[in-house]
């Protein structure tokens, strides 16, 4: 009897004590639940989800739309439903069959007050429209595939030749074109329109937009998941790094864009109430070879420059709280199927750090005395400029004069798809490896030659690299892996694509460098910051929250 | 004098004509595309094309022209070719918040700038004339962009006295003073470094005028000497070079505006310049003309108000 009464008097203080401990320590979210991100940007370009690009459209997009499946926030491979609750694919792996959820209302309009619910038709208005090039930017990534709706709640997606689940999926997650857009807004209103007007199904619906000032959201009570805790995201358009570091210390904005720069990083991290985390995804910083121009047609050369570039001492000027130096010439790892430094080391294709071998190879392709070339580069500083300067000054030991000639980012653009410049030095990240070994390294991505000028700027598949008289190519790989189904096969027919690249120095992988979004501590995202699908900038959902002081 | 402003605008539009044909030139000249800079660099090729299509930046250079004199023609200044938005509808919007900067820079300048300059005159190479002349050194050599960091630094970091995101709400009086203070005190203390520098050379040289030492001679006082002979004449060439300060200012409130991420011409001009949306552009600047040309008929005709000898023909 005691020791009944014993017992219930040690969970009866159990109890109490969770109790006291878990009112203690629960979070009391502040009177205002507004909040305000600032970007670097001068304006909006569209908040059409299939047009959208920049950093700012698809942080601002990404609170609008849903997609079929998502990724959850803060996650990069683990895929789970969006807008379907389920799907099942066939024996053959061509049809996919989605059913959708019950009960997801668009957001109100004008000319439509309380929305509508959405049903397949509007799934399939929007993938019709994300696989048609002239109102979507990512046609491409549709092509082979169609859709029907079977009712207003079953949507059936047909591939010609099945492709693997990594590959299909991403393609209709809430990413890019994979965004569900409103169809009875857009036949009323028009694309136009709906650039500075977008209606989705997210958590956040569009409010108002002032040109070059900023855009306004408002919480979404209808949302599916739940209705957001933040009533209101306003983001605000401010190029002055200064301007957005004063409003942070402020308290006008809660989060902002801050600069690839580690020092910067501690400066602002320092200051009272302010928190930063880097996160990803990172954009790969790769040095192309334009290898139709001498001398960089000579793989001795090419061989040479990567000799002369030590990654480590680029990252440590950049910064090693935000640079990493990667070996991987399309995505970073741990992207599912990106080489790592170790298999790049044991497949022997890293060259780097050795001024003397530089030396001996330029003397063999008869530079004794190095050479100068001149090459265009962005003003962006931390993508281009910063790392660029690092590798010049590391370029000059082994006798190379490498000239910059620093150009607007939207020149740059334009002058290096003209084959304007002998090294192309670019950051990108794109989601997956077979888009960024398609668009970079596959011969019809030839800039100005190939048969879909892209983004191939090494004329790789188009030229002889190694000079054994044979044009190297990886075309057949990327095609081969994009076909594969078995996820281990296909990743590893994408590193050998990326080994024999490597091996033929037709790029030199540098750095990638994460992102730095300080924000105030009281800003709970409400998930772990590791990585965004936003792309470049932190995912503000409906569990995001501010917290009182 | 109706007449006058009339004929001084009319003179002004081939000048008009020729700067709206040299930005639209300019702007086309700029390496870029403004598809790439609307879609980014994930965009295929298709993709751009179609968007340069959907601009009208496929068609020859002289139809893009010649489409763009007909549209100013009939005041339609089109739309963003990025966004779509109405252009000017972008230029009612943010008009309002340069012209209170601005008119409140020149104010403040004028305001302390006079006052100042007079006793730096007076006294000459005395402790306030040193001042002065350190002070108006400073306001002429420091960035306005930069003066406004400090200010900020000072009234809303140290003091929370300010705001430093936005331009305030126009319907509200309070809400925009208060964003408007340090903008227009950032812009408006380099205009009185300008002012005063000009009002205390300006008296010095009628200090010396025969009829000032007669009026001297007659034993009028100093203070009358000073505010009613010497100031009315000295203002002509102040209230000249202000417009031509003016106009500079104009062009100071464009990082000003950034600095303080205030709604306003500037900021149109630098995102339309970034984004290559050339009928933003084009429009922005044929409206920075408009105004330099209309800051300057004002100054030529504040001229009659000080000095009954000029009149308008």
Request: net charge positive; glycine share 6%.
């Amino acid at each position: 009897m005691r020791k009944k009464r014993f017992l219930y008097l040690m969970l009866a203080s159990l109890f109490v004590g969770v109790l006291v401990f878990d009112v203690g320590t629960a979070q009391q979210l502040a009177k205002e639940q507004a909040l305000t991100i600032a970007f670097d940007a001068g304006d909006v370009a569209t908040l059409d989800p299939h047009r959208s690009a920049t950093t700012v459209d698809r942080a601002t997009v990404d609170m609008i739309f849903n997609g079929l499946v998502r990724y959850p926030p803060g996650d990069q491979v683990k895929v789970e439903p969006d807008l379907a609750t389920s799907w099942r694919v066939s024996p053959d792996g061509r049809v996919w069959t989605f059913t959708l959820r019950r009960g997801v209302f668009f957001h109100p309009y004008p000319g439509n007050p309380t929305g509508y619910e959405l049903t397949s038709e509007d799934v399939l208005y929007s993938l019709k429209r994300a696989a048609d090039s002239k109102r979507s930017s990512y046609a491409g990534e549709y092509s082979g595939i169609s859709f029907e709706a079977v009712d207003p709640y079953t949507v059936r997606i047909t591939i010609d030749k099945p492709i693997s689940d990594t590959l299909f999926l991403a393609k209709f997650a809430s990413y890019a074109g994979g965004m569900v857009v409103c169809r009875k807004a857009i036949e009323e209103k028009g694309d136009e329109w709906f650039k500075t007007n977008p209606v989705g199904t997210g958590p956040f619906r569009f409010e108002s937009y002032e040109p070059r000032q900023k855009t306004v959201l408002a919480a979404n009570p209808r949302y599916f998941r739940k209705a957001p805790i933040l009533k209101q995201v306003v983001v605000r358009y401010m190029p002055a790094v200064s301007s957005r570091e004063l409003g942070l210390q402020t308290g006008e904005l809660q989060i902002i864009e801050g600069l690839k720069e580690d020092k910067w990083v501690e400066k602002i991290a320092s200051l009272p109430d302010v928190t930063v985390k880097s996160f990803g995804p990172c954009e790969s910083q790769v040095f192309h070879f334009n290898m139709t121009q001498p001398p960089f047609s000579d793989i001795r050369v090419r061989k040479a420059v990567s000799y002369a570039i030590s990654r480590e001492g680029i990252a440590a000027f950049m910064g090693k709280g935000l640079a990493v130096p990667i070996y991987s010439p399309t995505q970073a790892p741990p992207a599912p199927g990106a080489l790592t430094k170790e298999e790049a080391m044991k497949a022997g294709v890293v060259y780097e750090d050795n001024i003397a071998e530089a030396k001996r190879l330029l003397t063999e392709a008869g530079y004794p005395n190095g050479f100068k070339t001149e090459v265009i580069i962005s003003e962006m500083a931390s993508s281009y400029q910063k790392p660029m300067v690092a590798i010049q000054a590391q370029l000059k030991k082994a006798g190379i004069d490498m000239a910059l000639k620093v150009v607007d980012h939207s020149s740059f653009h334009s002058l290096i798809r003209k084959d304007a410049s002998p090294i192309v030095y670019y950051a990108a990240w794109r989601p997956n490896v077979d888009a960024f070994l398609t668009r970079f390294y596959h011969s019809d991505s030839t800039v100005v030659s190939g048969k879909k000028p892209d983004t191939n700027f090494s004329h790789y598949g188009a030229v002889d690299a190694n000079g054994d008289g044979k044009i190297d190519s990886i075309d057949e790989l990327i095609e081969k892996a994009r076909w594969e189904l078995d996820a281990k096969k296909q990743m590893a027919l994408w590193k050998e694509a990326q080994i024999k690249l490597l091996s033929d120095v037709a790029v030199v992988p540098i750095i990638r460098l994460k992102y730095a979004f300080p924000q105030k501590s009281s800003v709970d995202l409400g998930h772990p910051l590791e990585f965004s699908w936003a792309t470049y900038s932190p995912q503000i959902t409906e569990e995001t929250r501010i917290l009182a002081k | 004098m109706f007449q006058y402003v009339v004929r001084r605008i009319l003179q002004s539009l081939p000048i008009l004509f020729i700067v709206l044909t040299l930005v639209f030139v300019v702007v086309r000249i700029l390496p870029g595309d403004p598809a790439v800079a609307a879609l980014g660099d994930y965009a295929s090729k298709e993709a751009v094309s179609a968007l340069r299509e959907k601009m009208g930046l496929n068609a020859p250079l002289w139809v893009q022209y010649f489409r763009f004199l007909g549209d100013l023609c009939r005041g339609n200044l089109g739309t963003s070719i990025i966004t779509g938005y109405p252009v000017g509808a972008q230029l009612l919007k943010v008009l309002p918040y340069t012209l209170e900067l601005t008119f409140c820079a020149i104010f403040i300048g004028f305001l302390f700038g006079i006052p100042l300059g007079i006793p730096a005159a007076v006294r000459r190479n005395s402790l306030i004339d040193y001042f002065n002349r350190v002070f108006s050194l400073m306001g002429l050599s420091i960035p306005a962009f930069y003066l406004g960091i400090l200010l900020m630094l000072v009234f809303s970091i140290k003091l929370r006295l300010f705001p430093v995101v936005g331009g305030g709400d126009l319907s509200s009086l309070s809400s925009n003073l208060r964003h408007l203070f340090l903008p227009a005190l950032s812009l408006g203390l380099i205009m009185t470094a300008y002012v005063t520098r000009m009002t205390r050379s300006s008296v010095l040289n009628i200090l010396r005028e025969d009829y000032v030492r007669t009026a001297r001679s007659k034993g009028i006082s100093e203070r009358t000497v000073l505010l009613k002979h010497a100031l009315r004449n000295a203002l002509i060439p102040i209230v000249a070079l202000g417009g031509v300060y003016a106009v500079v200012l104009v062009g100071s409130s464009v990082m000003t505006e950034i600095v303080f991420s205030r709604p306003g011409l500037g900021s149109l001009m630098v995102g339309a310049i970034k984004q290559r949306d050339y009928t933003t552009l084009q429009s922005v600047m044929v409206f920075y003309s408009f105004i330099v040309v209309i800051l300057n008929l004002m100054t030529d005709l504040i001229y009659g108000l000080i000095d009954p000898r000029i009149q308008y023909r």
